[in-house]
T-cell receptor, first 111, second 115 residues
Framework: TQLLEQSPQFLSIQEGENLTVYCNSS?????LQWYRQEPGEGPVLLVT???GGEVKKLKRLTFQFGDARKDSSLHITAAQPGDTGLYLC???????????WGAGTKLIIKP | GAGVSQSPSNKVTEKGKDVELRCDPI?????LYWYRQSLGQGLEFLIY????????KSGLPSDRFSAERTGGSVSTLTIQRTQQEDSAVYLC?????????????FGEGSRLTVL
């Protein structure tokens, strides 16, 4: 059974600090997606990474896919209160339509 | 509409009652998923529809849960004889393509509370 472990489960930091969220597995994924979910809404896709070692940047967010395609990280630089939300990673295996979801990291950025 | 639409947004019911949750996916999206999410946790897969293929029901937690998708568009998730442990947010998502890079578009969810 494929599993994705996210850490930390909860993070509360001050505005302006940096942080990293991790998504780890013992399984290889063809791609990995990161979603952000705000209260009362559905998750929204932030990025998809497909190549081992790939790094993608989205303004202050940097996403990395591990060389072996078993893990991924999300780094936020100079966090803002608007970054507050639940961050979810989801991995896909080859052509399988089933996404394997991590349990999520609840992030709170205090002004 | 432009996005995935779910109704009702909130449903409070008594234990033992049946409930129906509706999902209207983005037009043209052939793939439709139902997920369950408990209090800010990750997503639990329930069921998947793709075009005219038989649905993947492997995630349904019990035979009290069922879902259908009519005409390849609107889907209804039915929970019979609701229990308190069924309380959760039920999320519907649709996707244009069945691909390991395909983006899922989610509705805002239906929050179910079973008293």
């Amino acid at each position: 059974t494929q599993l994705l472990e996210q850490s930390p489960q909860f993070l509360s930091i001050q505005e302006g600090e940096n942080l990293t969220v991790y998504c780890n597995s013992s399984s290889v994924f063809s791609s990995l997606q990161w979603y952000r979910q705000e209260p009362g809404e559905g998750p929204v896709l932030l990025v998809t990474v497909v190549t081992g070692g790939e790094v993608k940047k989205l303004k202050r967010l940097t996403f990395q896919f591990g060389d072996a395609r078993k893990d991924s990280s999300l780094h936020i630089t100079a966090a803002q209160p608007g970054d507050t939300g639940l961050y979810l990673c989801a991995g896909a295996a080859d052509s399988n339509y089933q996404l394997i979801w991590g349990a999520g990291t609840k992030l709170i950025i205090k002004p | 509409g432009a996005g995935v639409s779910q109704s009702p947004s909130n449903k409070v019911t008594e234990k033992g009652k049946d409930v129906e949750l509706r999902c209207d996916p983005i037009s043209g999206h052939t793939a439709l998923y139902w997920y369950r999410q408990s209090l800010g946790q990750g997503l639990e897969f329930l069921i998947y529809f793709q075009g005219n293929s038989a649905p993947d029901k492997s995630g349904l937690p019990s035979d009290r849960f069922s879902a259908e998708r009519t005409g390849g568009s609107v889907s209804t998730l039915t929970i019979q004889r609701t229990q308190q442990e069924d309380s959760a947010v039920y999320l519907c998502a649709s996707s244009y393509t069945v691909s390991y890079t395909g983006e899922l578009f989610f509705g805002e969810g239906s929050r179910l509370t079973v008293l």
